[in-house]
């Protein structure tokens, strides 16, 4: 089991907290949650059983959470889940659905080790994430 990523993000002037965890390799999922004041406002879940017995499964694991991670920051800052979706789920007590699950290897999340010319091409979106991320482990 790799420690994970916890971040405070003030968005909108709302401040929201990501937390991305690994469940070891007994139950080799990877979750991410999006809180605002407590409540789960989405979830993604990426199963990496097809990774078991690689040599380097430390650090495609460590990848998959980074760009796990990521995505749901991604999501926060395009709106995805605004002010308007979280009223949405206070006043209907609506819940916000089952976690997303994906697979590492379903191309909806980049692969570990596909670097090169896609590190050459970050987007201003992901080198701020990155910074983020930085910044909230150095503190």
Known sequence: MLVGYNNNVTYKGK???VQTEDSGLKNPIIVTLLYFK???LASK???YSHLIGNKDIK???????KEQHKAIL?????GKHTAEVQAEVKETGAD???????????GN???PGAKGAADKTKTLD??????????????
Not at 59 to 65: F, T, Y
Not at 96 to 106: D, H, L, R
Not at 126 to 139: A, N, T, V
């Open 15 to 17: 401040v929201y907290h």
């Open 38 to 40: 407590g409540t789960i």
């Open 45 to 47: 879940k990426t199963n």
């Open 59 to 65: 650090e495609s694991v460590r990848e998959l959470m």
């Open 74 to 78: 991604k999501e926060l800052i395009a």
């Open 96 to 106: 916000v659905g089952k976690p997303e699950i994906q697979s590492a290897a379903s």
């Open 109 to 111: 999340i980049s692969e």
């Open 126 to 139: 992901d080198i701020l994430l990155d910074y983020i991320i930085k910044r909230e482990k150095s503190k």
